[in-house]
């Protein structure tokens, strides 16, 4: 089960001018408890619906422990409206009940590796909304070959659908999303540390990271000028079923939480709060970013 989403009622509460500071979040509260699949998820509610009014696609969720989830669940708490994606079938069983949570008027079927999907999902979110506020791209692989073995050894191959899935796929999404974004928007994709310093068993995949997080500056050179904004969050490790491709992972969420100075590992509903800020007009002026949100992590040696 999904624990509610806590925010510092003080933090946000002036931001849309709300009458009364303590009135502005009702939350931690549970807005609804769907019982689907024998389990119950959990919406936050905050009354100050920051985003309402927005629109975005969420793609990445594969269950309650993603990453896109903690963001899905913030964005809807803010009163964003939401189009969600599922990989396959397979995945449509875990993904359709939690799309049934966000309310989401669009769920639709999206590998990134079979031709025409992406498009498919971009002319729906075209006919339905007409535009597209933000878009979150939570969406990494590797084959087991290429990403547990050294980056010196990797094939063509490996190299390739590692680089095609986890960096191409987002600058596609850009490309699709910009003629949607006539008044500006955010886009969003998920990195890691491990693309800036060499993390024991990251290997290819830090390569690839490397290359989405320039893949941010450059869009977000290029889009600017049209008011849309792109960031990559760099969560610290969390456990989830893509960080279980990743040997030995406990011991590198023993040393996150030992090492960052806040002492904690995050949440995929930290990352999501954040992620949600940075969609908010109040951040029109912050583009290009890498936003750490690891505890601190990344500043220690
Ligand atoms: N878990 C961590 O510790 C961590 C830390 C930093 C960054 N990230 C990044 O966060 C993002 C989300 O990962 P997560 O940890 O939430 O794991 P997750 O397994 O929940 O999410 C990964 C998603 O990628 C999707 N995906 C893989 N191949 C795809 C394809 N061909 N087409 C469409 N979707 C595809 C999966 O369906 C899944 O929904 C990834 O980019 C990951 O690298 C994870």
């Not at 905050?46 to 629109?55: D, F, I, M, Q, Y």
């Not at 490397?210 to 000028?225: F, R």
Request: one cysteine or more; a positive charge; glycine letters at 8%.
């Amino acid at each position: 089960m999904s624990l509610p989403l806590k925010i510092d009622i003080g933090k946000f509460a002036h931001v849309n001018g709300a009458e009364r500071r303590r009135q502005c979040f009702r939350g931690p509260h549970v807005e609804a408890q769907a019982r689907t699949s024998q389990r119950i998820f959990m919406i936050p509610v905050a009354k100050a619906k920051l985003l309402e009014g927005k629109r975005g696609l969420i793609g990445g969720i594969a269950n309650e422990q993603s990453i896109a989830w903690g963001c899905a669940k913030a964005f809807r708490a803010f009163g964003a409206e939401l189009a969600v994606t599922y990989l396959n079938d397979k995945a449509k069983k875990y993904v359709e009940p939690l799309a049934h949570e966000l309310q989401a008027p669009i769920l639709m079927p999206l590998d990134v590796r079979t031709p025409g999907q992406m498009e498919a999902v971009f002319e729906r979110i075209a006919k339905d909304w007409g535009k597209l506020d933000f878009v979150v791209h939570s969406i990494a692989f590797s084959p087991k070959d290429a990403l547990q073995g050294r980056v010196v050894d990797v094939s063509r191959e490996g190299f390739l659908t590692t680089m095609e899935v986890s960096c191409w796929t987002f600058i596609r999404m850009a490309h699709l999303a910009e003629p949607l974004m006539r008044k500006g928007g955010t886009l969003f994709t998920m990195t890691y540390y491990g693309s800036q310093m060499v993390v024991k068993n990251y290997n290819i995949m830090g390569v690839a990271k490397a290359a989405l997080e320039s893949a941010v500056h450059y869009i977000a050179a290029e889009l600017g000028p049209k008011g849309i904004r792109v960031h990559a969050i760099s969560p610290g490790p969390l456990a989830t079923r893509a960080a279980s491709g990743i040997p030995e992972f406990d011991a590198l969420l023993d040393k996150a939480k030992a090492k960052a100075p806040a002492r904690s590992l995050v949440s995929i509903e930290d990352v999501g709060v954040a992620t949600a800020f940075l969609a908010h007009d109040a951040a029109r002026l912050i583009t290009g970013e890498t936003l750490y949100i690891d505890g601190g992590y990344h500043i220690m040696d």
